[in-house]
């Protein structure tokens, strides 16, 4: 881990400029399509130009590459936009410098924090935004480039737009990305707190959930230890919880083993694998985006003004949701269907109101663009269309598969699978979904009156929410494992964007001694995340690259980034390293925890000629390699065919080493 310096000047103008043309543009188009009050306006046009931006550019830039793409589509927005606006008469300078400064504060927090850290899979995620922004797009997987790579990627696009236009490097235009979206998504959860409750209270603690609220994991350090080790042989801790303890009970009282952490360790016993907080999820590959989306419509859906204007940008939202997840799609076609047939039966009307069939516009409209905008949905239609015409299925990354079950479960990314059938597993469940779970109930009759009322985003969700409550008796089977069975859960997320101000209304007419009751429970969820707050504020200050990167690989990436021949396979010893700082593939395995044998076989005994013989190109050794190696692969290495394009050197003995091996034999 070493410090960093941030890019300023020239390019921080550029940065400034191509911000502005997006940012302009979605204000324009939201004044257009929507009836909203400032500061409403502007909070909702800044993030819907920041996701149609990403929407255009992801369909644009298979064709033109960036940064040409983001600068035309950043222009056609920015003219756009404020042209809609003027011939609309809603045009108006966004001026509200109170607000202006309230979100920058948030973004600088945002990434003095982010800048601190490297959790969630740095180790895919910067290969992946280095290769998209040198021009691999749509992205292909870093370790083998015949393999598509069908991801949630909107916001690695979004940094590798930044990474062009202004010259960052991938860690800091990533961090700069996560930063904007968690401010954004934070200041439209405080609009929509004030929207639903009408107080700034309500409107903070609407904010406040989402910054903080997360499962209850803790609650289980407070029983009774005996009970606790009762409780401990009936899970089977996966992933990072695995490495935090040999049992349950061990882990709870060690620090979460996860990499690039802050530098005070996060407790194991306040992590989350079911809803982690939103102060976590900054640092999550789309950090708080996904929420940002539901809000925007949230907040838009019972204010159209020009229904083609407001239904066309409401989908092209809907459709930057579907490039960040892949559960969203089948439950709201799920959800509105439910809402729809219950209309039906409880009106007896086949004819469907106006505000409903414009919303099915809405989403069957964004369905239909996931399937071609790429990402995962892309993907996996591309392989249906390929089978269903008899063509050779393309080679890809992600492979999706469900399993019934008989018994009901949580799966948690760090517990395991948590049957609900037996009282063991059923207790560690339920500390760990939390008090968000008691919500479900308020969140049915929240969603009942939406359809009475014709606020069918409302409903919709409420069904989606719903929905998914019997997903409980699947297991996900794809390429990434049953920990990414928590995805399915959408009941969870929902409960912390709507929970808060149901709540709040439903305690207006209730007891003190209820409102007492329900503010301790609110204080309970919200534990989990002051902890992690706090841990994590001690990153501020200390910025890093990444667990895998040294101050050497910077220089190296500022000399020879995206500089190497086109086509490129660069051999390194630590494969997320080479494709992060040159732009350029390596070959190492098929999914980023399995290695192919030959890649470990070189690995092993890395000589020019068989590296060559592999169809690599380059090579990128470091001194620790170096010094493994026998004299005799290290004497392969001095032949005339091995050609020295770099080497960086510190004053502890540590180098950097590129070389050319094209013309070995």
């Not at 502007?42 to 550019?57: E, I």
């Not at 004819?351 to 993907?379: H, K, S």
């Not at 394009?645 to 950097?656: I, Q, S, T």
């Amino acid at each position: 881990m070493i410090r960093i310096k941030g890019m300023v000047g020239w390019r921080g103008g550029l940065l400034v400029l191509w911000a502005l043309g997006w940012a302009l543009g979605g204000i324009g188009l939201v004044r257009r399509a929507f009836n909203l009050q400032p500061p409403e306006d502007l909070v909702v046009g800044l993030t819907a130009g920041l996701l149609v931006q990403g929407v255009l550019v992801n369909l644009v830039a298979r064709f033109v590459p960036l940064p040409l793409s983001a600068w035309a589509i950043s222009l056609l927005l920015g003219v756009g936009g404020t042209l809609a606006a003027r011939r609309a008469e809603r045009w108006r300078w966004p001026l509200n410098w109170g607000w202006w400064l309230g979100l920058a504060a948030l973004v600088a927090w945002g990434y003095a924090m982010a800048r601190g850290l490297a959790i969630f899979d740095d180790y895919a995620h910067l290969p992946t935004l280095s290769l998209i922004a040198a021009g691999d797009f749509p992205p292909h997987f870093a370790y083998d480039p015949a393999i598509s790579y069908g991801y949630h990627h909107f916001l690695l696009l979004v940094s590798a737009q930044i990474m062009r236009v202004a010259a960052w490097t991938p860690w800091n235009a990533l961090d700069a990305a996560r930063a904007l979206a968690f401010a954004l998504a934070l200041t439209l959860a405080l609009r929509w707190g004030r929207r639903v409750t009408g107080h700034p209270l309500g409107a903070g603690l609407g904010a406040l959930a989402l910054l903080l609220a997360s499962g209850t994991r803790w609650v289980l350090l407070v029983i009774p230890q005996a009970w606790l080790e009762r409780l401990s042989p009936a899970v089977t801790l996966i992933g990072s919880g695995a490495a935090s303890g040999s049992t349950l009970a061990e882990a709870l009282l060690r620090p979460w083993m996860i990499e690039g952490g802050p530098p005070l360790p996060y407790p194991f016993a306040f992590g989350n694998g079911l809803l982690e907080p939103g102060i976590l999820l900054l640092n999550a590959v789309n950090s708080l985006m996904p929420y940002a989306v539901i809000l925007v419509l949230l907040l838009t859906a019972t204010r159209w003004r020009e229904p083609g204007w407001a239904g066309g940008l409401s989908l092209l939202v809907l459709a930057a949701n579907h490039l960040m997840g892949e559960t969203d799609l089948p439950l709201m076609l799920a959800g509105l269907a439910f809402i729809t047939i219950l209309w039906i039966v409880r009106y007896r009307n086949r004819v469907l109101p106006l505000g409903l069939r414009q919303w099915w516009g809405v989403v069957l409209g964004a369905t239909v663009l996931a399937m071609v905008q790429g990402g995962t949905w892309g993907d996996l239609a591309q392989r249906i269309l390929a089978r269903l015409l008899g063509h050779p299925l393309p080679p890809s990354y992600q492979t999706l598969g469900f399993d019934l079950t008989r018994t009901p479960a949580l799966v948690s990314m760090h517990l395991g699978v948590l049957p609900l059938t037996r009282p063991a597993t059923l207790v560690v469940a339920l500390c760990e979904a939390g008090p968000l779970l008691l919500a479900l109930p308020l969140m049915a009759v929240w969603g009942w009156k939406a359809v009475r009322a014709g606020r069918w985003f409302e409903a919709l969700l409420v069904a989606e929410a719903l929905l998914s409550l019997p997903l409980l008796w699947v297991r996900f089977t794809g390429s990434t494992g049953v920990r990414n069975t928590t995805r399915l859960y959408a009941f969870l997320p929902i409960a912390l964007i709507l929970a808060p101000g149901a709540l709040w209304v439903w305690l207006r007419q209730r007891a003190s001694s209820v409102r007492v009751i329900a503010a301790g429970l609110s204080a309970v969820a919200l534990l989990s995340g002051v902890v992690l707050l706090a841990c994590q504020i001690s990153a501020m200050g200390r910025p890093v690259v990444s667990y895998f990167l040294s101050g050497l690989d910077v220089r190296m990436y500022q000399a020879h980034w995206d500089r190497l021949d086109a086509g490129a396979l660069v051999f390194d010893p630590n494969p997320s390293r080479a494709p992060t700082l040159f732009g350029r593939f390596t070959r190492a395995g098929d999914t980023w925890y399995h290695f192919n044998p030959k890649w470990l076989s070189l690995a092993e005994a890395p000589t020019p000629a068989a590296l060559r013989a592999a169809g690599f190109t380059y090579a990128y050794l470091d001194a620790r390699t170096w010094q493994q190696l026998p004299p005799a692969i290290q004497a392969a290495w001095q032949m005339p065919c091995v050609q020295e394009v770099d080497r960086l050197e510190n004053h502890k003995g540590d180098f950097r080493w590129l070389l050319d091996v094209r013309a070995c034999p």
